[in-house]
């Protein structure tokens, strides 16, 4: 890099940068980041201004890393966590015991990640673990960058999974789930009618979004303009308990709402497609931290089926 770079650029770029490069889009970066889309795409320009190389290709589809942006990316996150081990010695903390650093799809969230987490540090007190929650593409790429130890997530198509281990935990299948006390809750309910009351998808270009698609589309209907498209598991669920809205999730981010009772599944057939979720680890050997964790969620879902 030039004398210029060094001189200009600020944490404000890397974090702009690494945050988009692993959500793929400037939308969900800019949402990560708290800071607006206009705002991360200028921060990124200064960045591609002062590097002098293209590292993000832009399309509708979202954001792409060049090869150079690869690259780069190693770079960045190596400066980051650098001046994270800085932050450490200053604050008096031990650097050498990094928290673990994961990531996991929202809806393995409360009925997988959240039991191991509890179950793994009352056996180990003091273990730091680091969570994020990802949407799939995204856990992908920071698995394979190496910014995450691991991730609870899906099989991608061949070609993305390049230089990564998948390990299957279960296959989780959709749900259309309302209130307790919903109107819909009555005997003949049909898809079509579930569709005319306010309804809650996961985004565009997720595997969940995509299978609801399919799964309308199969009951010859089309899909309703005005949806609620969200990630967020706890909008979701506030919005259909206490707004009546309709929420086509996967499994596993109800489960232990389902079986408490404190949602209900609308008895509609069809709602299989059932999708492999499983680990996500780079194909190296793993440190013994990481095996344990490994080890506490297949146990997870062995005494707990999904």
């Known amino acids: 890099?030039?004398?210029?770079?060094s001189q200009r650029v600020r944490l404000r770029h890397l974090h702009a940068f690494v945050a988009t490069a692993q959500q793929g889009s400037l939308g969900r970066a800019a949402l990560?980041?708290?800071?607006?889309?206009?705002?991360?795409s200028k921060t990124l320009n200064e960045l591609e201004q002062l590097t002098g190389i293209t590292?993000?290709?832009r399309g509708r589809q979202g954001t792409e890393l060049t090869a150079r942006g690869r690259s780069f990316l190693y770079d960045a996150l190596r400066i980051l966590d650098a001046l994270g081990g800085v932050e450490q010695a200053i604050c008096g903390r031990d650097s050498r015991a990094a928290p673990l650093h994961i990531g996991a799809l929202p809806t393995a969230m409360l009925s997988v990640i959240a039991p191991v987490l509890a179950e793994v540090q009352q056996q180990r007190p003091g273990w730091r673990i680091q969570v994020t929650t990802l949407a799939n593409d995204a856990l992908i790429r920071a698995v394979r960058s190496g910014q995450m130890a691991l991730g609870v997530g899906r099989m991608a198509e061949p070609s993305r999974m390049d230089g990564l281990h998948f390990e299957l935990l279960y296959q989780e299948t959709l749900r259309l789930v309302v209130a307790p006390q919903h109107p819909l809750l009555h005997a003949g309910v049909s898809l079509a009618e579930a569709l005319n009351w306010p309804l809650i998808l996961s985004?565009?270009?997720t595997v969940p979004?995509?299978?609801a698609e399919t799964l309308i589309a199969s009951h010859g209907l089309k899909l309703?303009?005005?949806?609620v498209e969200t990630l967020c598991t706890g909008l979701a669920r506030r919005l259909t308990l206490r707004h009546n809205y309709v929420w086509l999730v996967p499994y596993g981010a109800v489960r232990d709402d389902l079986t408490g009772h404190r949602l209900r599944a609308l008895p509609l057939p069809g709602q299989g497609m059932a999708e492999?979720?499983?680990?996500l680890t780079r194909q190296q050997p793993s440190p013994p931290e990481q095996q344990w964790l490994m080890a506490a969620l297949r146990q997870r879902i062995s005494d707990?089926?999904?």
Request: hydrophobic share 45%.
């Open 55 to 57: 590292l993000l290709l």
């Open 209 to 211: 979004r995509h299978n």
């Open 1 to 5: 890099m030039n004398s210029l770079f």
């Open 32 to 40: 990560q980041l708290g800071i607006t889309q206009p705002a991360l």
């Open 304 to 306: 707990v089926p999904l």
């Open 203 to 205: 985004p565009r270009g």
């Open 224 to 227: 309703p303009q005005g949806a």
């Open 276 to 279: 492999a979720v499983g680990i």
